[in-house]
């Protein structure tokens, strides 16, 4: 008999402990089972598995448990590999989260430890089976077809020789059988030879590859040639036979990158990002794990690829939001990805114009290897203008569009070239209020204001997603007076622009236009087809993009991130006015960048328009010294959610009364409703961050602990509100 012991999938933290039951057949850790779980059924994942010579009874008696047996395997061989089990449990006790919340985020839909995903797409397909007997002419050329192909698809063989090859299949010669679907490897049909690399490149290059240490900070400015570095160190690894991750932050960049990539190696290239559907995630997942995929460009969870033989590790764009995961484990993939750099014993790579202040900070220290790219390969940064809003307003400009960034539009038209338009807002109006009451309308299910989408003439809720049409009479005073209208986003600056450029060609990139299946590749390549002159968005248009012929990009409401009460609010803010400065003038053709700002005495933007990302990082940790904030120390954020404010709020103070130490305690702080949810935070704030977890995993695995429901975890927290 074996005695199994598994993870279970239930999202209880409380449940996050093997469970052991009994099985006769085959299995090893690593397979999922569907195991008895109180009265139900319930998808296991399997730790460890100890044959014993002990009958059940003896072995019940000395576990002092009664022991049910496994239902069923459900794999014929294990899920991950033995790095990536380890990797789960790196994460487990890090993120302080469950074990199974580990697996399941690092595996695709498909295999994931879930019941409810549907099985993988499998393929017919057809090989020789028997001599080849006595076979008509058109028989044969069937038979010698498939026997030349060794195996082929059963649909090309149905496409060529419908009509014979039953007849091969009735006399014994060949055979059908199912395989499960492949992913063909891509190659593009350009390829782009080696650029010469710039004294600065190769100076990097020599750096990065002749240290013996293992993380570096590639800084340099946008459009300094980072991406030209990742690729020869690259090709360096490459070449000794080992596989290559380049990690990018977006979605919208993955194209980009993916064709740099591809042009230049002929080698085989997985992809992966949020924007596959699983069985196209699960085809990349089995490249990677047979080796055929040299090299990977994917987001975030691209990191727990199963990778055999890793040799470099890129991160583009390493200070972005994005890497963060919000989702419980909260996991940051630059962590995910020291780990596995450091398991396979080859380097990590972080790039970026705008490092993150951490990030930063440990080149200071001497922790991570400073690599820098000062100069931008034209040798030309971006003019910069700022236009104070407030001013332009009194003078009777648009609130939208200033004279001055018309002025520049209707140039950048005149000479052929294109234009980007930055505003991180979509949809019409960001804010409808009552004319009788002033009362703004708010979600039913958030406490987050509804936001007016003239396309789909709906109200929608940006946090949760909840339209409605605009009501007859107001919710709160009933009255029929009316509504106004206030703020605007993407939709509001796209008509304004066509009414004022009606011969221009505009294009709008943001999470409305972008929710079908490849539109960011759609729009982004009608772009660079130079198919339309003004590309509008939101922050997804700011990062990474490369486009020659944009010689203008302006930024509407550049300082509204600033009045966020986040203590990162100035870094994020800073970061992305850097990133969309950096779209314009990247080829020969001279850059301009047009600033509109309601306090352009802000030094985030007074930064950014010097592109002095130096002088923003002595500004901004002096702030951050001052308040006793990252990198000076560590956070942890505990956030419980609840029916009601009273009850997230009374969980709270359960956990605040139980965390005590070296660290502060702060809050409890009521947030913000979302989705019916009321939650409650509490802060803990520290220099010793393994004391901090130490002591909340203690009250985890307290009986108090896992009284507690819904309660979210995020060590090294990169959002707070
Ligand atoms: P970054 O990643 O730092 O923003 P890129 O690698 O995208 O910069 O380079 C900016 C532009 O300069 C790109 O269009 C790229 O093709 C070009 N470029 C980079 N390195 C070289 C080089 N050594 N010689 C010629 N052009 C280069
Ligand atoms: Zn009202
Ligand atoms: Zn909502």
Redesign the pocket.
């Given at each position: 008999m074996k005695l199994v012991q598994c993870w279970v999938e239930h999202p209880s933290r409380s449940l996050d402990q093997v469970f052991t039951y009994t099985y006769d057949g085959e299995i090893e850790p690593g397979v999922r089972v569907s195991v008895p779980f109180g009265t139900r059924e319930i998808i296991g994942f399997v730790e460890h598995v100890e044959e014993t010579d002990e009958t059940q009874v003896q072995a019940e008696e000395r576990l002092g448990m009664k022991l049910k047996p496994v239902n069923y395997v459900l794999d014929a061989a294990p899920l991950i590999t033995p790095e990536l089990h380890e990797m789960a449990m790196w994460m487990r006790k890090t993120t302080l989260s469950t074990a199974i919340s580990c697996f399941q985020c690092m595996l695709p839909g498909k295999v994931k430890p879930s019941s409810s995903a549907a099985p993988a797409a499998k393929e017919k397909w057809v090989r020789i089976t028997g001599e080849e007997g006595s076979l008509t002419v058109k028989q044969l050329q069937a038979y010698s077809f498939i026997r030349e192909k060794g195996d082929v698809l059963y649909s090309e063989v149905r496409k060529q020789y419908a009509g014979v090859i039953g007849k091969l299949l009735e006399k014994g010669m060949v055979e059908i059988y199912e395989k499960e679907k492949e992913a063909d490897l891509r190659f593009s049909d350009i390829t782009d030879g080696e650029?010469?690399?710039?004294e600065d490149?190769q100076k990097a290059v020599d750096e990065i590859s002749g240290s013996g240490d293992r993380v570096f900070l590639l800084k340099?400015v946008?459009?300094?040639?980072?991406?030209?570095v990742y690729l020869h160190l690259a090709a360096m690894a490459l070449r000794q036979g080992k596989q290559v991750l380049i990690l990018v932050p977006e979605i919208s960049l993955t194209p980009q990158m993916i064709e740099r990539v591809s042009s230049r190696f002929r080698t085989g290239l997985a992809i992966y990002h949020s924007g596959l559907s699983s069985q196209e995630k699960y085809e990349q997942y089995r490249l990677v794990l047979s080796g055929k995929a040299r090299i990977v460009v994917g987001t975030r969870s691209s990191v727990f690829l199963p990778f055999t033989d890793l040799g470099l590790v890129v991160m583009d764009e390493e200070h972005d939001s994005s890497y963060k995961q919000e989702n419980q484990p909260a996991y940051h993939c630059r962590d995910a990805a020291l780990w596995r750099c450091e398991y396979h014993n080859c380097k990590l790579v972080l790039g970026s114009?705008t490092p993150s202040l951490e990030s930063y900070a440990r080149t200071i220290r001497k922790v991570y290897h400073l690599v820098e790219?000062p100069h931008r390969?034209n040798r030309t940064l971006p003019q910069i203008t700022v236009v104070n809003m407030k001013q332009a307003m009194e003078e009777g400009q648009s609130g939208i569009l200033s004279d001055a960034l018309c002025t520049r539009l209707s140039q950048t038209l005149k000479n052929g070239r294109q234009a980007i338009l930055l505003l991180n807002r979509r949809g019409y109006h960001s804010l409808i209020k009552c004319r009788s009451c002033q009362s703004v309308i708010k979600c039913p299910h958030c406490d987050i204001s509804m936001s007016w989408h003239r396309e789909d003439r709906m109200l929608k809720c940006h946090t949760c997603g909840t339209m409605m049409p605009l009501p007859k009479a107001c919710p709160d005073c009933h009255s029929t007076a009316g509504f106004s209208a206030y703020g605007f986003g993407t939709e509001k600056l796209e008509h304004e622009l066509s009414a004022q450029f009606p011969d221009a060609r505009i294009m709008r990139m943001d999470a409305d236009t972008t929710s079908r299946k490849n539109s960011h590749e759609k729009i982004l390549g009608a772009f660079g087809r130079k198919e339309a002159d003004i590309l509008v968005g939101t922050q997804m248009i700011a990062k990474g993009l490369?486009y020659?012929n944009v010689s203008l990009v302006g930024i509407i409401n550049g300082d509204e991130g600033l009045n966020r009460t986040d203590f990162r609010s100035c870094e994020v803010s800073f970061d992305l006015l850097m990133q969309a400065s950096?779209r314009s003038g990247?080829?020969d053709i001279p850059g301009e960048v047009v600033l509109q700002v309601t306090d352009p005495s802000h030094y985030a933007v007074q930064c950014a328009c010097a592109q002095d990302y130096d002088g923003f990082f002595a500004r901004e940790m002096y702030f951050r010294h001052a308040g006793m904030y990252p990198p000076y120390t560590y956070l942890i954020a505990l956030t419980v959610s609840a029916a009601t404010q009273e009850a997230s709020d009374r969980a709270a103070m359960r956990i605040r009364d139980h965390l005590q130490g070296s660290y502060r305690t702060i809050g409890i702080l009521s947030l913000l409703k979302i989705n019916d949810r009321c939650r409650s935070r509490i802060l803990l704030k520290g220099r010793d961050l393994d004391e901090m977890r130490n002591d909340v995993r203690k009250f985890l695995d307290s009986e108090e602990g896992k009284s507690i429901r819904d309660l979210r975890i995020d060590v090294n927290p990169m959002v707070l509100d």
């Amino acid at each position: 008999m074996k005695l199994v012991q598994c993870w279970v999938e239930h999202p209880s933290r409380s449940l996050d402990q093997v469970f052991t039951y009994t099985y006769d057949g085959e299995i090893e850790p690593g397979v999922r089972v569907s195991v008895p779980f109180g009265t139900r059924e319930i998808i296991g994942f399997v730790e460890h598995v100890e044959e014993t010579d002990e009958t059940q009874v003896q072995a019940e008696e000395r576990l002092g448990m009664k022991l049910k047996p496994v239902n069923y395997v459900l794999d014929a061989a294990p899920l991950i590999t033995p790095e990536l089990h380890e990797m789960a449990m790196w994460m487990r006790k890090t993120t302080l989260s469950t074990a199974i919340s580990c697996f399941q985020c690092m595996l695709p839909g498909k295999v994931k430890p879930s019941s409810s995903a549907a099985p993988a797409a499998k393929e017919k397909w057809v090989r020789i089976t028997g001599e080849e007997g006595s076979l008509t002419v058109k028989q044969l050329q069937a038979y010698s077809f498939i026997r030349e192909k060794g195996d082929v698809l059963y649909s090309e063989v149905r496409k060529q020789y419908a009509g014979v090859i039953g007849k091969l299949l009735e006399k014994g010669m060949v055979e059908i059988y199912e395989k499960e679907k492949e992913a063909d490897l891509r190659f593009s049909d350009i390829t782009d030879g080696e650029k010469q690399l710039t004294e600065d490149q190769q100076k990097a290059v020599d750096e990065i590859s002749g240290s013996g240490d293992r993380v570096f900070l590639l800084k340099g400015v946008t459009g300094s040639g980072k991406t030209e570095v990742y690729l020869h160190l690259a090709a360096m690894a490459l070449r000794q036979g080992k596989q290559v991750l380049i990690l990018v932050p977006e979605i919208s960049l993955t194209p980009q990158m993916i064709e740099r990539v591809s042009s230049r190696f002929r080698t085989g290239l997985a992809i992966y990002h949020s924007g596959l559907s699983s069985q196209e995630k699960y085809e990349q997942y089995r490249l990677v794990l047979s080796g055929k995929a040299r090299i990977v460009v994917g987001t975030r969870s691209s990191v727990f690829l199963p990778f055999t033989d890793l040799g470099l590790v890129v991160m583009d764009e390493e200070h972005d939001s994005s890497y963060k995961q919000e989702n419980q484990p909260a996991y940051h993939c630059r962590d995910a990805a020291l780990w596995r750099c450091e398991y396979h014993n080859c380097k990590l790579v972080l790039g970026s114009a705008t490092p993150s202040l951490e990030s930063y900070a440990r080149t200071i220290r001497k922790v991570y290897h400073l690599v820098e790219l000062p100069h931008r390969i034209n040798r030309t940064l971006p003019q910069i203008t700022v236009v104070n809003m407030k001013q332009a307003m009194e003078e009777g400009q648009s609130g939208i569009l200033s004279d001055a960034l018309c002025t520049r539009l209707s140039q950048t038209l005149k000479n052929g070239r294109q234009a980007i338009l930055l505003l991180n807002r979509r949809g019409y109006h960001s804010l409808i209020k009552c004319r009788s009451c002033q009362s703004v309308i708010k979600c039913p299910h958030c406490d987050i204001s509804m936001s007016w989408h003239r396309e789909d003439r709906m109200l929608k809720c940006h946090t949760c997603g909840t339209m409605m049409p605009l009501p007859k009479a107001c919710p709160d005073c009933h009255s029929t007076a009316g509504f106004s209208a206030y703020g605007f986003g993407t939709e509001k600056l796209e008509h304004e622009l066509s009414a004022q450029f009606p011969d221009a060609r505009i294009m709008r990139m943001d999470a409305d236009t972008t929710s079908r299946k490849n539109s960011h590749e759609k729009i982004l390549g009608a772009f660079g087809r130079k198919e339309a002159d003004i590309l509008v968005g939101t922050q997804m248009i700011a990062k990474g993009l490369d486009y020659p012929n944009v010689s203008l990009v302006g930024i509407i409401n550049g300082d509204e991130g600033l009045n966020r009460t986040d203590f990162r609010s100035c870094e994020v803010s800073f970061d992305l006015l850097m990133q969309a400065s950096g779209r314009s003038g990247r080829s020969d053709i001279p850059g301009e960048v047009v600033l509109q700002v309601t306090d352009p005495s802000h030094y985030a933007v007074q930064c950014a328009c010097a592109q002095d990302y130096d002088g923003f990082f002595a500004r901004e940790m002096y702030f951050r010294h001052a308040g006793m904030y990252p990198p000076y120390t560590y956070l942890i954020a505990l956030t419980v959610s609840a029916a009601t404010q009273e009850a997230s709020d009374r969980a709270a103070m359960r956990i605040r009364d139980h965390l005590q130490g070296s660290y502060r305690t702060i809050g409890i702080l009521s947030l913000l409703k979302i989705n019916d949810r009321c939650r409650s935070r509490i802060l803990l704030k520290g220099r010793d961050l393994d004391e901090m977890r130490n002591d909340v995993r203690k009250f985890l695995d307290s009986e108090e602990g896992k009284s507690i429901r819904d309660l979210r975890i995020d060590v090294n927290p990169m959002v707070l509100d």
